[in-house]
């Protein structure tokens, strides 16, 4: 039976891609309605490698793919970012012949959070990495410490490779699922410039999840990311696989194993999610020649950190969906010692979230001090944002409200000045399109 | 110069959903008035705080499973909160802190939390743990006899809170204290317990004056006249928010 929605799965894709659509989740999603376990119809003789977390997902799972390519690998991959059981269907099915066999040398996916122990149940996985967990959209995916039971819960009966986050409390403990697997690496990221010694954004998993005491971090990177210890159970001391040092941000390098890698980004979160994709590098004996290419060619462009001159004039966007998505952002807007202007559009569509009190944990402090000279806000939620500046101590005066995107990009290029452009989910693409088309 | 001392509890538990922002909108609507604001922060571990020697106490929502922890700490200090709602300090209460100040919690496998039994009310939880409360929210409450205002927030909560004597607000928009429920929070003249996120404050600058107004009153005696503040963007973000929401009603 399988065999015939094939060849009717096939045909709907033609019909797309007549109609000049991507399907990122439509074929997946006639696919399930068909068959239920459809996932389960697809026979690979290759490594799965999957990436989740609350941040970074897409940009690691595109670089551990460039990677693979130019190692000179077949590589089937979700790029477009479609992480949901729908989206790895779709992916699957435009790669697959009618009877369901894939051929690559490699399978990548980014995976949704909630999603990892539903498709991983039934179908093959040989390496996940876990990122980081943060608070995101609250209303729609409930508190994070319910995801990562779920995920630690999976964890216990997989035995494939495991690379985490040791520099995040909410992702070592996965290290700790299953006793007996011992394919665990941590990979961790050296203190860098401008790191602190208490936590000046929001963030989460501040006691021990094995004993409850409260954690102590010797320096803070960004949010909870950063060297910490239980004093009491002395979680967190484990071996580093992979650890990058001497990380450079303003010439955009980083050392392991005193290999200096040169990146695109400046940006501390970006250097975790490379010693991520450099450890599953190493786990499949990619040459060090290769990867040290890859990383420096590899940008993403499509508005994560994403660099562009519209008129001229440098422009920055970056994806923000979440608080420590925002504070990193406004992190690098603040190290960049040159006078910028902001545009902050904020959306409250579905998948957004209704709830914006979100905002109100984005750090907006001192930004006049950092030289943002002009705050325009944009978005379904811009008079919502345009408050939490005006609070946080910013001269109202200088907040422009403005709801048409068209209008608020045409605000923004009145001035010369350096402009940083920071959207949540729903709210990026089409902030992207209007920059463009005014480019 | 005149100053409000602020007490914020737990301030490192209970910060899930922004509450923070409403010490945040205080602060900046008395110092844009020459009012000195004052902050002490305290948590699990700290030196015992006394609660009549504040202003205003301000407590906000937590992770479930941290409420638990909490509620043994804060029922050490029982009889001096107690003694300071009788005495007249301003207390703010938003979700799990609300939820805490009542008699008890009823966690959905059962399990009881004691609450400090201050207030009549009490919450249990929906046993279908995917079943909240979720979505924006508008009341329409009356701070002063006659003066109706509109309130706008954000509920996110599963506990359903009953014997609300004297509620917060009426629902015009979202659930309140239960699912379908046409009554939201619980309200004294200095205690506004309620379920409102947003953080409540940013978008309700009236209510936010109604306390400042409230303790400055208590604290000096006298009637104050508060100076008017600048609320363009709070005012047509309520606009803006009242048609969006009260025509879906």
Known sequence: MNYIYMIILKFINILLKLAGKQGGNVLGKIAKKLNPNFLKFFKIDCPVIAVTATNGKTSTNNCIAYTLEMAGYKVISNKQGNNMETGIISTLLKNSTITGKIKADYITFEVDESYVPKIFKIFRLDTLVVLNFFRDQLDRNGEVETLILKINEFLKTYTGNLVLNNDDPNVARLGQANPQNKNIYYYSVDKYQYATKTMTDAGEGKFCPFCKTRLEYEYYQYSHIGKFKCPKCDYGNNEIYKKAENVDLKNKTFEIEGIKYNINENSIYTIYNYVAVQSIMSIYNIETEIVLKAFSQFALNNGRLEKIQIKGIPTTINLAKNPTGANVSLRLLKEDEEEKELLFVLNDNIADGFDVSWIWDINFDKLSENKVTRIITAGTRYYDIAIRIKTSGFDPNKIIPCPDLEKAVKELYKTTTKKYVIANYTALQPIRKELLKYK | ?249
């Open chain 2, 1 to 249: 110069m005149q100053e409000l001392k602020i007490l914020y509890l737990y301030p490192d538990i209970l910060e899930l959903y922004g509450d923070y922002g409403n010490i945040q909108v205080l602060q900046y609507r008395m110092e844009k008035r020459g009012i000195k604001c004052i902050i002490d922060k305290y948590s699990i571990g700290d030196e015992q705080p006394n609660f009549l020697e504040y202003d205003i106490v301000f407590a906000g929502g937590g992770a479930d499973n941290e409420q638990s922890i909490l509620a043994e700490d804060l029922v050490k200090y029982k009889e001096n909160i107690k003694e300071a709602v009788q005495n007249g300090v301003f207390f703010l209460l938003i979700c799990g802190a609300y939820q805490l100040f009542g008699k008890y919690y009823k966690g959905v496998e059962g399990n009881i939390i004691e609450g400090l039994d201050i207030f009549p009310y009490y919450t249990e939880a929906i046993t279908d743990r995917k079943k909240r409360c979720i979505g924006n929210i508008v009341l329409e409450v009356e701070l002063e006899s006659n003066k109706k205002t509109k309130v706008i927030g954000f509920e996110n909560h599963g506990g359903q809170t009953y014997n609300s004597l004297s509620p917060f607000g009426k629902v015009l928009y979202g659930n309140g204290n239960k699912f379908g429920d046409d009554k939201e929070g619980f309200f004294l003249g200095n205690v506004i317990a309620t379920y409102l996120h947003g953080p409540l404050l940013s978008k309700n600058p009236e209510l936010s004056d109604y306390i400042i107004k409230y303790c400055l009153d208590r604290k000096y005696n006298q009637n104050t006249e508060l100076k008017q503040l600048e609320d363009t963007f709070e005012q047509q973000c309520r606009t803006q928010l009242l048609e969006k929401f009260l025509k879906k009603a």
